[in-house]
């Protein structure tokens, strides 16, 4: 099996390098099309990443995309970070990323979900699984159910001691368990380790029979869990996640793919937000309110505006909105300045923040020009960067960082 590539957001793999060939680079341009040029940019010897981070498998070629650091920081860094903000963000349970787990060799991303997956249906197997009713349409010696006239006539002008009939069967053989079945067979296709393989087995043996089909998007969509089936809410996320993630048959039925991607903009904000609001949680003295993606109307009926951090206190209102990617020279550019004096006059603050992750670094709030009235606040905005590490973990110290910063 061929040794897994580690590569950062924003970093270029090319064609030769760490055992990636063309025909890998033809599986990684079809992916790309197919997600409508996302993920990463085609050179025409390489790719280059964008802010995706993750991981993606060709069949035997595994690539881990880190999350960006210095360039002294090294993969094995960032993996277990990446994972602590899943958790974080509500991606993933507490005890898919304890440490017995990371110690294990060759653990990347796709794997813990994968376990995550496989723990979940354990749990139900061990709880036992639901039963449906459903109407099966086949030949009995017997009549029950409904007679299908036409399909008596089709099956059954020669032997007609038999009835084609449509009637009710209350089994384990519905939609919901064809769905965990086809994702349990997506988990054996791409399973590294013996671990991972030894416990897919286990579990497929004790899975009841179902019929195998491919679920189409609108069908998962359509999926609904009731009373009776809430303990199946986690396993469908995660077979939903797997099933949507995978590319059968990508290059010309010679290359099978699936990925599991997230955008680091969207997960810093996420994970901001999560810190904020556990800190306004544990500390209620401070009387802190705070809401993301709040929106107003911007312009007409359908244009509106959200700020990533809406954060209250008394009489205060303070906006923040996260960006991943480092501004060069710490200036933010003339658009995020211009969205953010937007945010001050669309939400009557004077106080607003552009937040990056980085060695710590506070501009100061800078006016920006009154042109109205003499009457009306001077809106601020300041660029803050927080230390998303220390000492190699996630800093426990980030929320009272962000509100130091953003009301000093």
Known sequence: MQKPIDVFEHGRLLIGEQGFEKNHWDAFVKLNTLQNNEYFDILHNGLRFKQFVG?????????????????????????????????????????????????????????????????????????????????????????????????????????????YTAHQVYDHNHQLHQVLNHALNIVGQFSRTTFLNDKRKRIQLAFPEVDHFKPSVQLLEALQIDRKTAAYEQALQLAKLIILNYSPDINQGKQKMISILFDMNVLWEEYVLKILRNYAHQHPNENWTITGQESKRFY?????????????????????????????????????????????????????????????????????????????????CKIGMVNILNDGKLSKTLADDVLGMVTL
């Open 55 to 163: 991981v993606i498998q060709v069949e035997g070629l595994l690539v881990n995309i880190h999350p960006k650091a210095d360039k002294n920081d090294s993969d094995e860094k960032w993996k277990p970070v990446l994972l602590e903000m899943l958790k974080t963000c509500g991606k993933l349970k507490a005890q898919s990323t304890g440490q017995a787990q990371l110690k294990r060799q060759h653990i990347n991303l796709l794997e813990v979900y994968f376990e995550y997956y496989l723990n979940e249906l354990e749990q139900l197997l061990r709880q036992g699984l639901v039963k449906r009713y459903r109407t099966e349409k086949s030949n009995v010696k017997a009549l029950k159910g409904k007679l299908d006239f036409a399909g008596n006539i089709r099956y059954n002008l020669i032997h007609q001691e038999r009835f």
């Open 300 to 380: 007409g009926h359908s244009r509106t505006i959200r700020p990533d951090i809406v954060l209250r206190k008394e009489k205060e209102t303070y906006v923040i909105d996260t960006k991943w990617k480092r501004p060069a020279n710490n200036a933010a550019s003339i658009e995020d300045l211009r969205q953010m004096y937007a945010y001050a006059r669309f939400w009557k603050t004077n106080k607003v923040m552009l937040l990056y992750p980085g060695e710590h670094f506070d501009s100061g709030y800078h006016s920006y020009p009154n042109n109205f009235d003499d009457h009306t606040n001077h809106h601020q």
